[in-house]
């Protein structure tokens, strides 16, 4: 009987104190059906207008601790917040950005399912980073993860950034991926698999469309 109460308690406690971390971390490519220029780190509390400019209509008034409060939803909901990642102890809320004509706005993606934006004011240093730029900023500190998704024929070390070069290895298990520099749509990694080998080689890690096949590993 004792251990029937301590399963139930801890399953309320999964339900109902858990999911309110509300980290959102995209596993798969399908996560992410709007990507953009870029991403845009958040502060903690925000506005999003109509328009790029304050006397329009506020569309969405977005708080950090209200959502990280309420949170007891899946990440498909939470993504409906507007966030691609969102990381609150990594300080990371990252929307993806459609347009920057300058002036520090930004339009932003407030839904990845609907493709509904909004325009946003952030005038904070650096928060406005190409993938390539989150990739240094976040992947360095983070290492890389390939998307679940992923099939099998990008799962591929090269020895040089391309394609037509030799395979060096076709991974099936890549547990972490670190990085030393990227070139274009191409990454120098260093894998390590099942095998506990590190294997070093060139990763596509952005496809030609822009699309991305990895994100940083903001969380084992």
Known sequence: MKKIIVLIIFFIFSVLI??????????????????????????????VYQYPYVESKVLREVNYENI?????????????????????EAKVALLTVDLNPGNDWYCVFLDQETGETGWVYN?????????????YKYGKKYGIRMFNDLPNDKKVLYSHYSTESQVLEELKYPKYISFTIIYGNWLLATVNDMSKQAK??????????????????FKE
């Open 18 to 47: 858990l999911p309110a971390k509300a980290d959102i971390i995209p596993l798969s490519s399908k996560n992410i059906k709007h990507y953009g220029i870029g991403v845009l780190n958040m502060p903690r509390s925000y506005t």
């Open 68 to 88: 990280k409060k309420s949170a007891i939803v899946n990440t498909v909901d939470m993504r409906k917040v507007s966030y691609v990642a969102y990381v609150p």
């Open 123 to 135: 005038n904070s240093r650096n928060a406005f980073m190409t993938y390539k730029q989150m990739f």
């Open 200 to 217: 070093v080689g060139w990763f596509n890690w952005r496809n030609d469309d822009g699309t991305l096949n990895m994100f940083p590993n």
